[in-house]
């Protein structure tokens, strides 16, 4: 009886909370609930509560996303959400197209994704086919091609609370950080759309790719973007005044596409963007995979988030691909987030809770998640790559675990990696009324 009692009340808090917090970027229906502060005898059960809605949050997200967009998504084997009726293919050749045209597919889209040397093209599931019945077509007509679902790609943390409006007085552009004498320093930012008239980003350059030139600045790529690069009174980013190159892959909507990701990634090649900040999480996939082998093998360096979904989460993608840096957070108290993941794709820990961020128009939000741990290690490898170049990544890998404070178990492990960086960077929490 205590048991079922202590179950309806975790589950009544937590659905009064869902009524009433904001979402960082929440799918229609679904806003990402904040359980309140409790002190006392239920502080445990509330703590505990509040984790386990952490963890679960993106899995209700995907679960409200199948249930309100099935005519346009739905979910792979493994439970991950893709783009109904579409399949992916990375520099199918001629032949391997005419077979597919033949078998009734027909070409979505097609793009050059030169920087990279690769084309892409997605292709339309013909009539009365499913997903997973076209894909497995696909590969039987083309052993030797790379095909895989379009899968759609999450943000990786909460916006807990937001102040209205901003209260930071006003400050100067800041000088633009510098790598070496005229260079200056340019980190890249892979997410949702950026507010770049928030006070902390006005005196920030920033070059921008994605949703046909529109602005569509959302609440966590703003976050994400300040905590790399902005500049304010009282708060400052890991690279304050460094040059950010933006792709906004979510254009107003909840997630973005593999299709997105790889124009994204082939912009940032092209531009010779070193670090690339990845906030995102999602399945493993076939092509991206190769996507990051490529980006990998000509110097450039990926800072992602681990995820949170939990400790006994399987990996999360693109953090666990092999040369990705894989990020988790901590609280203020130096304790890895309850929800994080877990796993050998864990190389540093940053500051992930406990502290704030800008939010669109101009306010302040306070974040929470390994999302907002990643941009901090991303600045701080950003700050010793002048270019893409693989020497110069690994020395600034070898640079930053030389400067990690070792944390949990002696040496290495899968909690937090080499250890916590960045810890002086942790930005202060919004100002109590």
């Known amino acids: 009886m205590k048991r079922l009692l202590r179950i309806t009340w975790i589950l009544l808090v937590a ?11 929440s799918l229609p229906g679904l806003p990402v609930p904040k359980l309140p502060d409790v002190t006392g005898p239920l502080g445990d059960t509330l703590h505990t509560a509040q984790s386990e809605l952490r963890m679960d949050a993106r899995k209700l997200r995907i679960r409200e996303l199948l249930r309100t967009e099935r005519a346009t998504v739905e979910a792979d084997p493994d439970g991950q959400p ?22 009734g597919f027909t070409i979505l889209s097609e793009a050059s994704l030169s920087g990279l040397g690769l084309t892409m093209v997605v292709l339309r599931v013909p009539d009365g086919m499913s997903t997973r019945r076209a894909l497995k077509r696909l590969r039987e007509l083309d052993p030797e091609g790379s095909y895989d679902f379009n899968h759609l790609y999450m943000d990786s943390g909460l916006l807990l609370a937001a102040a209205a409006e901003s209260t930071a007085p006003a400050q100067p552009p800041p000088v633009v950080a510098q790598t070496a004498p005229g ?11 950026v507010d770049g008239a928030h006070p902390s980003l006005a005196g920030t350059i920033i070059h921008r790719f994605g949703c046909d030139g529109a602005i569509l600045p959302q609440a966590h790529g703003t976050a994400v973007a300040s905590l790399l690069v902005g500049q304010a009174a009282d708060f400052h980013g890991a690279v304050p005044g460094a040059e950010l190159y933006a792709a906004d892959v979510f254009c107003g909507n ?45 110097g450039h360096l990926m800072v992602a ?12 993608y693109p953090a666990s691909y092999p040369g990705v840096i894989g990020v988790t957070g901590v609280d203020a108290k130096e304790r890895v987030l309850p929800e994080a993941c877990r796993g050998t794709q864990v190389a540093y820990a940053a500051p992930g809770a406990d502290m704030r961020a800008a939010a669109p128009g101009g306010g302040w939000a306070e974040v ?56 002086s960077l942790r930005t202060p929490p919004i100002p109590a009324n």
């Open 183 to 193: 260079h200056a320093l340019r980190v890249g930012l892979i997410d949702s759309g």
């Open 254 to 298: 909840g997630g973005g596409s593999f299709a997105m990701l790889a124009v994204a990634l082939d912009w940032m090649a092209r531009e010779g963007v070193p670090v690339i900040n990845i906030s995102l999480v999602g399945a493993k996939s076939v092509l991206l995979t190769q996507l990051v082998r490529v980006m990998n093998g000509r």
């Open 368 to 423: 929470r998640g390994t999302s907002f741990a990643s941009p901090i290690v991303a600045g701080l490898l950003a700050a010793s790559i002048s270019s893409p170049d693989s020497a110069q990544a690994q020395a600034a890998r070898e640079k930053l675990t030389a400067m990690a404070v070792d944390l949990g178990a002696k040496g290495f492990d899968t909690t937090y990696g080499n250890g916590l960086v960045g810890a």
């Open 82 to 103: 893709i783009l109904r009726g579409q399949v992916g293919a990375l520099s199918p050749t001629p032949e391997a197209l005419a077979r597919a045209k033949e078998a």
């Open 305 to 316: 988030a681990v995820g949170n979904d939990g400790p006994a989460a399987p990996p999360l």
């Open 15 to 25: 659905a009064g909370a869902a009524a009433t917090a904001s979402a960082q970027i």
